[in-house]
């Protein structure tokens, strides 16, 4: 078994546990990103998306966070007084340990309290589809373009937007 195959069948394995294993999953990510994606040829997405089925946002949320954790450690790594071991920053163990670690300590010396582990059940960002004419829809296109420039504006459209579908939803509930 290749280290590519291997790698990709670690990946799969951490699949059903991702939301605990966020780090660890996220960090195998960006190893196989790093093997994979080369511009204009390189084939990470295919593989993420269609081989391992992870959907494309889940796939650069878990290397995002993988990153930002490592920065995290590598910060408070670098401010450690004690620096006699090397921390090897690849190691999903290694620095899920870590984290683990500084995590107690803060507890212990300063109250702090750890970080919920538990990931946050929310939705990031939902598309909705106008079926209006295309005049309509350019229209649309460019006042939202106007609406952008000004974020209150843009919040308060938004909030009127999401009351109306969830009328109409439950209109539609109704019916049925």
């Not at 291997?6 to 294993?21: D, F, G, M, N, V």
């Not at 954790?69 to 007084?81: D, G, I, P």
Request: with cysteine.
């Amino acid at each position: 078994m290749t280290l590519l195959e291997q790698l990709k069948a670690e990946i799969k394995a951490l699949l059903p546990s991702y939301q605990t294993r966020r780090l660890e999953l996220g960090i195998k990510l960006i190893r196989l990103q790093e093997m994979l994606a080369h511009h204009g040829k390189g084939t990470f997405t295919d593989v993420a998306t269609k081989e391992l089925k992870i959907p494309h946002s889940t796939v650069y949320d878990l290397i995002d966070y993988a990153t930002a954790e490592v920065k995290r450690v590598a910060r408070l790594s670098a401010s450690r007084t004690n620096n006699d071991e090397d921390i090897d920053l690849n190691d999903p163990e290694e620095v899920a340990d870590l984290l683990r670690r500084f995590e107690e300590e803060a507890e212990r010396v300063g109250g702090v309290k750890a970080r919920d582990k538990k990931p946050k059940n929310y939705t990031k960002m939902i598309m909705i589809k106008f079926i209006l004419p295309a005049s309509s829809r350019q229209r649309v296109a460019k006042a939202w373009q106007v609406l952008k420039q000004d974020e209150v504006a843009m919040k308060k459209a938004c909030w009127n937007i999401a009351r109306e579908v969830v009328r109409a939803a439950a209109k539609s509930k109704k019916g049925s």
